[in-house]
């Protein structure tokens, strides 16, 4: 086992070890959106209790529906954690008619967060909203700023969502604008850690040293992480990939990678053959090695874009839908997603 592998492990006991065995009496209702927001919540409950999960499995937020009994979680929670309305945008309605006396918590808006906007241009082809002048991954505009492969800015935020009817933002950047895939980021989702053990600690003060205790654990679990997959992927940075869909530029960022192109540039909208022409014909001009399909989605649509190219395809998985939900699922989706791109890319031919 690896130097960092070990010490990823030593620390994930010490976490476990931070709080008492078992839920304690009357924890806070908590419910979580999505596997990796849900494991970070559960990783700074541990001791505590345990959050719900709104989307198991392979389901996907961008086409989501909400279940009768996770609207009856919904009512009954006293902190309910997302992205924000710019990911799950099927709890934006739920969330202001049906939670009833709990907060809901944005984290999007969590102070330390830095978010990009949709890249735009070439493979990667422009998103059906409204911007305000046109941009490319290299330009500053007002407020945002230049930082690697696209725009970033820091959302500042001070009061958390009250019954989802409260939205406090700083800026007036067009929000649809802005890739949610967030957490891909391990120093984002370090904000994350923070902005989930003040709301924690917030809701249920009597815990506060457990929750503080858990999150520090957390952090030091982050760096040994960022650290790990850095290494792992070093040897394929110079490598060309296309993905599903363009959400991944905060992985790719944070670990020195970039894809080429994507072949849908929403979820719920699948490409037309002139877009997957479009495709096909980067991968010949860039020489891309790999095209990643999701599980989520049609993967009969890679075998379409690879066909009469050189490329391979494999599978990365932004959200872990094979991964068991938990304190473990974070660590383990990152570390997935850094080994299918090194074997996809590794492969000789």
Not at 17 to 41: D, F, R
Not at 235 to 252: I, L, M, R, S, T
Request: with cysteine.
């Amino acid at each position: 086992m690896k130097p960092a592998v070990l010490s990823l492990v030593s620390m994930a006991t010490a976490v476990v070890l931070s709080g008492p065995v078992g839920a304690t009496e009357n924890p806070p209702k908590v419910v979580a959106s999505i596997k990796p927001i849900h494991s970070l919540v559960a990783t700074v409950m541990l001791g505590i209790g345990e959050p719900d999960l709104i989307i198991e499995g392979a389901g996907s937020p961008h086409t989501y529906a909400l279940k009768p009994s996770q609207a009856a979680a919904l009512e009954n929670a006293d902190l309910v954690f997302w992205v924000g309305h710019v990911m799950e945008t099927f709890l934006e309605k739920p969330i202001e008619s049906i939670l009833r006396r709990g907060v809901s918590v944005e984290l999007i808006d969590a102070p330390g967060v830095k978010t990009m906007e949709f890249r735009e241009g070439g493979a990667f082809a422009a998103h059906d909203h409204d911007h305000r002048g046109s941009h490319d991954d290299e330009k500053e505009h007002g407020h945002e700023k230049e930082h690697g492969h696209g725009h970033e800015k820091e959302h500042e935020h001070d009061k958390a969502h009250a019954g989802g009817k409260e939205r406090a933002h700083t800026d007036d950047h067009d929000d649809h604008a802005v890739d949610g895939h967030i957490w891909l980021d391990p120093m984002n989702a370090k904000a994350l850690v923070g902005a989930i053990k003040d709301a924690l600690v917030k809701a249920d003060p009597a815990h506060r040293k457990t929750y503080e205790a858990n999150a520090a654990a957390a952090n030091g679990m982050l760096s040994a992480l960022t650290r790990e997959v850095t290494a792992t992927l070093a040897p394929v940075k110079a490598q060309k990939f296309v993905v599903f869909h363009d959400g991944y530029q905060y992985f790719e960022k944070r670990f020195g990678v970039r894809a080429a192109g994507s072949i849908t540039v929403s979820p719920e909208v699948m490409p037309g053959a002139a877009r997957l022409g479009e495709i096909r014909a980067r991968l010949k001009t860039l020489g891309a090695t790999c095209v990643f399909a999701e599980p989520q989605f049609e993967p009969k649509l890679v075998s379409v874009v690879i066909e009469g190219t050189s490329a391979r395809s494999s599978v990365i998985d932004p959200l872990g839908a094979n991964l068991e939900p938990g304190p473990d699922q974070y660590m383990s989706l990152i570390k997935n997603m850094a080994r299918s791109i090194r074997n996809c890319l590794s492969k000789p031919g």
